[in-house]
Nanobody
Framework: VQLQASGGGSVQAGGSLRLSCTAN????????MGWGRRTPGKSRELIATFNTDGNIVYADSVKGRFTISRDRAKNMVDLQMRSLKPEDTGTYYC??????????????????WGLGTQVTVSS
């Protein structure tokens, strides 16, 4: 199973970027899916997630600026980031909690993270 993220880059403060992530492989079902990030001096944090109930949870640091969307049929989530700040600089990761389509039946696979994509916001 792979989580393929794209869309990172460099932008000036106040600008926008859009990240996209697609999950590929033997996926039986997805419980939750979203985005996290690691910024300098901080540990990795969840910032926008479709949780198990299908509700969206945002970190306070991105509320009102970031919007997550998804295409269930394509196992895809996007993150539209607006009004970016220098403190948003960091590595952004797609994550999901899913069931692997194993030969013996679905196997739980929580806390699965993809490779990150870099976002740099200059002042």
């Amino acid at each position: 199973v792979q989580l393929q993220a794209s869309g990172g880059g460099s932008v000036q403060a106040g600008g926008s970027l859009r990240l996209s992530c697609t999950a590929n492989g033997k996926i039986a079902s997805i419980n939750s899916m979203g985005w996290g990030r690691r910024t300098p001096g901080k540990s990795r944090e969840l910032i926008a997630t479709f949780n198990t109930d299908g509700n969206i949870v945002y970190a306070d640091s991105v509320k009102g600026r970031f919007t997550i969307s998804r295409d269930r049929a394509k196992n895809m989530v996007d993150l539209q980031m607006r009004s970016l700040k220098p403190e948003d600089t960091g590595t952004y990761y797609c994550h999901m909690d899913f069931y692997y389509d194993d030969v013996d039946g679905p196997s739980p696979f929580p806390h699965y993270w993809g490779l990150g994509t870099q976002v740099t916001v200059s002042s």
